[in-house]
């Protein structure tokens, strides 16, 4: 009876460290900025944190020389090219002749920086050079410029520059729009107070119309909310502008003269009796 428990308790235990490795490997690596943790900069972090859009696409890019010269160059920002070799490489060249790939940068010896409109993302600690450069590890220097609109698009090289005797590097360049400022707001102080303004007016008067006509039960112009005070506050405005836009003084007199008994007179106490028959 033991051995069936032990047995199940066995595959437990190896399906456990199964689910715990492809977790494990399923975890993609991501930069890593050269220096200690510590010494990261907030600035570092942020532009990392920025570039994380662009981090589940691939980028390539074909370069033909002649018959010599035939490459595909991989790039992704801050991701292994290929996660299953864990060689931290960001950006591999294949030679499309033999095969052959060659780890140009890697993300765990990343440097970032940036100004107004653009990113620059280097990966070093790349594969030895043969004959130039001193030898020294390669290095990729992937330009970022900004293009609204546009999530990322138009990778290619640039230049690789091998013929110095040390600090040598490939040049990539591509646009995205992550490399952009953000834009400012175009509404000046004053239009979002007068949008504000206008919104609350709205609202006033559809919901007081809905209120007087659904709830209040009113008809006709006692809809429109508190009209009586509306309807008064016109009429003290009509009466301020007749008082300060009269055109003459108040006591002046007036243009015309009204006819009054005084200027009728008496009536004449003669008679046209003698016109009667007698």
Not at 21 to 39: H, I, L, M, N, T
Not at 145 to 154: E, L, N
Request: a negative charge; one cysteine or more.
């Amino acid at each position: 009876m033991s051995s069936p428990c032990h047995t199940s308790a066995v595959l437990a235990v190896f399906m456990a460290l199964a689910v715990g490795v492809g977790a494990e490997q399923s975890k993609e690596r991501s930069c890593d900025v050269v220096g200690d943790e510590s010494s990261e900069s907030q600035m570092e972090r942020a532009l990392l944190k920025k570039l994380e859009p662009l981090s589940q696409m691939r980028f390539n890019v074909t370069v033909e020389k002649g018959k010599t010269e035939n490459y595909v160059y991989h790039f992704r920002v801050c991701r292994e090219v290929n996660s299953t070799l864990h060689d931290f490489g960001g950006l591999v060249q294949t030679d499309r002749q033999n095969g052959r790939t060659t780890v140009i940068g890697r993300i765990n010896e990343t440097q970032v920086f940036n100004g107004s409109d653009w990113i620059m993302l280097i990966y070093k600690g790349g594969d030895s050079y043969g004959r130039h450069c001193s030898g020294e590890k390669r290095r990729a220097v992937i330009m970022i410029s900004c293009k609204r609109g546009v999530t990322a698009s138009s990778f290619s090289i640039i230049s690789e520059e091998r013929e110095k005797e040390q600090e040598c590097f490939y040049l990539f360049e591509m646009d995205s729009s992550v490399a952009c400022p953000a834009e400012d707001s175009h509404l000046s102080v004053g239009s979002i107070l007068l949008i504000t303004f206008a919104s609350l007016i709205a609202v006033y008067i559809i919901g007081g119309f809905l209120y007087q006509r659904l709830v209040v039960g009113a008809k006709g112009m006692e809809q429109f909310p508190h009209f009586a005070f509306w309807q008064d506050l016109g009429n003290l405005v009509a009466d301020g502008c007749d008082f300060v836009c009269r055109s003459k003084p108040r006591n002046a007199p007036a243009a015309y003269r009204g006819v009054g008994d005084d200027q009728l007179g008496e009536e004449s106490e003669e008679r046209d009796d003698h016109l009667l028959p007698m």
